[in-house]
């Protein structure tokens, strides 16, 4: 570099402007700029060319100092200047290169966006991501998920001013997923009281565990609540792919909002209390006591001589398809060995649906033929199913009343005055013979009433059977009611039929029975899960809580030392249907129903736990069933077992009474499975300790089976 | 120690919006919105670095020291928007040229920065620092000057010697920049070579020749660095030719995003 190549003074330096939106088209090609520019609105602003000025004959340059100054060439003879500038195209400059490249850019990107965002719908465009498999059938649909999607471009800018867009959309998830129930989106599920009082429960309990830091700190920053409610996205996070998991969730994360915060499933989690025993089995089963005192001891052998010892648990339970759950074998295949004898009890004459209370002969003076039924009946109330059929009966009705509490078996010791309303029971009870041995089901469905829709469809129909005991006990019944309807003097049975010394039956093949020993007419059950004792029982438990007590079918079948004439004990008891079916009851609805199968088809009630046995039996031959279910051989003694507080009712009478006392209560004879004994496996060292392993979030969530 | 200190504060704001994030992500609250609403308001600023420049008026700083936010800023972005995305490749068309537009700027950016950072440097290491916009005017006067050298200063008696070295090797590396590749390399094969031509040619002319070869020659190591300087100032130019118009993108769509992000985002997350 010999010399500088630059002049900064302003003489020798034109007056640039590269701001400027356009620079002189001459600088760009040749490097020779004129030395204005062009002007703002891009046009050659050419002024250095001088127009030569003619003095004295002779052209003079007239260049302005600012254009250079005159030239020393000068003018040409003919008067043109001899540095003549031409004009030029001006260029962009750099800058305005750059700007005009910038709008361009913004305006595509604008235009872009108003493609993707204009229309009533927004298009898939706008579309973040695929969906979960399960949604992909909905995914070109934006509003079946999202409210904002019915409007255009002014709604979505409404919707973001409002709070409540998340619990809109949510209410359109709700729409499908319906399994979750109406508190879906309270917190587990679950409604804000029932949230408090299970929160009160944890907190009254004692167990105290570090809260780790990051539980802390998060505490500051506060819950994405809305009103109580939180909405499904929340947790549930769409539009990740075809394969996201919308359900993961960290520890962290599902322990935020707990009360009792800990580190790990090894370290701070809550003891299981009773789990998976906290309530007691659909079936009553006592495993400890079967495997290790009924298989084992010689003595049952003659209760239950049929009887065979399961070789392992797999005997009886085996998983069920998706190995969730360890079904319990079929009650032919576990139970009936030595339960079948039980129940079809060659001793038990029935139960008694119909009965003609006793009633001396003296005291039907001129009312007509009554049975010898003295000494033969054994309760004092009527059947129920009697109850009910003359419950419409005013005659009957009004002679219960005079005689206020009456014991049936005990009509013959009435007062004299006395004497005409029992005969007015008795006649009821022969108006009631008659009408169902003439009109057959429609007496039954005209006398029920009301109730007739609950117990009508029970079969065997009792029908034929009480038609053929009236034909037994009351050949002349027709001409006797309508004597009796025509108030005629009715002279006393001619035939006094005394009461066999033993006990007959008729018809038994249909399990009912026409008894001459007592006067009834009985239903004996023909097997296990006899319709009829079940449908009896079903409605008895839903709709007639109240008159339990009076439902000798109810006592007898939910009684473990009764058999039908009260007298027997023991063994036989297991051949009674709530020995082993226990009986629930709904806290909200107060609906109860008889548990007929050892597991629910679906989980109605809150199920904040979940266990899958599959993945743990295929965990290696080390494990096997009896690794986690520990016999509880405490309180199994004969003694403790067959003493009466073992069937101890609660109030109602209707329910045992549940893990008060592990002595009285009836379990499955299992100690609750150990928090160390899962964290031998569920630890640190595994990464298998998440929450979700073990734990749902939607407690009311119904599963499938195949879930 | 300045740049230390830059770092440290970096770092630690860093931890703290990425702490913030994650135990706002353990309650789970819209962690998207919190680093969505930074990101934006980052971009917003980094934006404003050129409307800094149109108002230099106002007192509002010195360039240096918006600069320093800027690139400060720029990285902070980074980090945002690395939790914002959780570092994955977005799925749908609008958000994937969101995503693409962010990186072209960011990287352009980071580009920006390392061409600032070296090539003043190299700009100082050979020749005259000029006004770019000058370049042509420079290279204009000294092909003008080569040209007198070879054709008006030559005498009668003198043959054509120099015209056609002129014409052969000189007149197309006087027209424009050239070897611009080289200078990027920062390479100087091509000006030795020039120069091993001339000293061929020397023992050709006689001595009034070779003056006006060795003047010639001054006028290409002239002309050499000019090229130099203009190949790396227009480098430092072009590359906001990808840095800001991509940014005026960016802001439309970041504002499209946020606003279908509220709008739909309640089911999605």
Known sequence: ?707 | MQQRITFLLFTVISLLIFAGCYLFSITLSKTSFASGTILLLCLLFLASYQLRKKISFLPLGSSAAWLRFHIFIGFLSFVVFAIHTRLQIPNGLLEFILFLTYYTVFLSGVVGLFLSRTIPYRLLSRGEEVLFERIPVHRRKIHDRVKTLVFDDAQPEQGAALPDFYHKHLQDFFEGPRHQISHILHSKRHLHQLKQKISAQEPFLDEQEQVRLQQIAEQIQLKDDLDYQYIFQAIIKLWLFVHVPLTYSLIIFAFYHALAACAFASTSG
């Not at chain 1, 429960?201 to 004692?206: A, Y």
């Not at chain 1, 058999?563 to 036989?572: Q, V």
Request: hydrophobic content about 30%; proline content about 6%.
């Open chain 1, 1 to 707: 570099m010999t010399e500088p190549l630059q002049p900064f003074d302003w003489k020798n330096s034109n007056y640039e402007r590269p701001a400027n939106t356009w620079v002189c088209g001459r600088l760009c090609e040749k490097g020779l700029p004129c030395r204005l520019g062009p002007s703002n609105k891009g046009e050659c602003q050419v002024q250095s060319q001088c127009e030569p000025a003619e003095k004295g004959g002779k052209y003079q340059c007239t260049r302005s100092v600012l254009n250079g100054g005159k030239c020393k060439e000068g003018p040409a003879p003919d008067g043109t200047c001899c540095q003549p500038d031409t004009s030029c195209q001006p260029r962009r400059s750099l800058l305005a290169k750059r700007r005009f490249l910038g709008g361009l850019a913004a305006f595509i990107a604008a235009s872009l966006c108003l493609i993707v965002f204009s229309g009533d719908s927004p298009s898939s465009l706008l579309s973040p991501g695929e969906v979960i498999d399960a949604h992909a059938n909905i995914e070109s649909n934006c509003s079946a998920c999202h409210s904002a999607a019915e409007g255009g471009l002014d709604t979505w800018i409404h919707l973001t001013m409002n709070d409540d867009v998340a619990l809109d959309d949510s209410a359109l998830c709700l729409k499908c997923h319906t399994e979750l129930g109406e508190e879906a989106l309270f917190a587990h599920s679950v409604s804000v009281e029932r949230l408090h009082e299970i929160t009160s429960q944890i907190q009254e309990t004692k167990e105290t565990a570090s809260t780790p830091i990051a539980l802390q700190l998060a505490s500051l920053t506060g819950h994405p609540t809305t009103n109580g409610k939180l909405a499904c996205s929340t947790c549930h996070q769409e539009h990740h792919g075809r394969k996201a998991n919308l359900t993961q969730l960290t520890d962290l994360q599902c322990q935020s909002c707990h009360a009792r915060q800990f580190a790990s499933f090894q370290h701070g989690h809550p003891a299981l209390g009773d789990y998976p025993y906290e309530r007691r089995s659909r079936i009553y089963f006592d495993h400890n006591t079967h495997l290790n005192r009924y298989f084992k001891n010689e003595e049952f052998k003659r209760t239950m001589p049929h009887g065979h010892k399961p070789e392992s648990c797999s005997s009886c339970h085996t998983s069920d398809a998706t190995g969730r759950l360890m079904l319990t074998g079929s009650f032919e295949k576990t139970c009936a060995s030595c339960h079948e004898p039980q129940i079809e009890d060659v001793d038990f004459p029935g139960v008694p649906f119909f009965a003609l209370p006793v009633i001396a002969p003296t005291l039907m003076k001129s009312q007509g033929a009554w049975p010898n039924t003295e000494g033969s009946f054994a309760t004092a109330r009527l059947p129920r199913l009697m109850e009910l059929l003359l419950e419409n009966d005013p005659g009957y009705q009004s002679a219960i009343k005079q005689l206020g509490a009456i014991d049936y078996r005990k009509l013959n010791n009435v007062d004299p005055e006395q004497a005409a309303a029992v005969a007015e029971i008795a006649w009821a009870v022969k108006r009631l013979l008659y009408d169902i041995s003439t009109s057959g089901e429609a007496a039954l469905t005209e006398r029920l009433g009301k109730n007739s829709a609950l117990y009508l469809h029970l079969k065997p129909s009792i029908v034929p059977t009480l038609s053929q005991a009236q034909q037994i006990w009351f050949p002349n019944l027709a001409a006797e009611i309508k004597d009796h309807t025509e108030k005629k003097a009715l002279p006393a049975s001619t035939r006094q039929k005394q009461a066999p010394s033993g006990f007959s039956t008729r018809n038994a093949n249909s399990g009912w029975s026409i008894s001459d020993s007592d006067f009834t007419v009985r239903y004996r059950p023909i097997g296990h899960a006899d319709p009829l004792i079940k449908g009896w029982l079903d409605q008895a438990v839903q709709k007639d809580q109240k008159n339990l007590d009076r439902d000798s079918l109810w006592q007898i079948f939910s009684n473990p030392t009764a058999s039908g004439t009260e007298d027997s004990h023991g063994a036989l008891a297991s051949g009674r249907c709530l020995m082993c079916h226990s009986v629930d009851k709904d806290p909200v609805s107060g609906v109860s129903h008889i548990n007929w199968q050892p597991l629910p088809t679906q989980q109605a009630k809150e199920q904040f736990t979940q266990f899958s046995h599959a993945p743990h039996l295929l965990a290696g031959q080390r494990l096997n069933c009896e690794n986690c279910h520990v016999f509880d051989r405490s309180g199994t003694d004969s003694a403790a077992i067959l003493q009466s507080d073992y069937f101890v009712r609660d109030r109602s009478n209707l329910f045992w009474q549940i893990n008060q006392n592990s002595r009285q209560a009836c379990t499955s004879g299992f100690q609750p499975i150990s928090r160390q004994n899962c964290s031998t496996c569920h630890n640190q060292a595994t990464a298998t300790q998440s929450c979700l392993q073990c734990h749902n979030y939607h407690a009311h969530r119904k599963l499938t089976s195949s879930e």
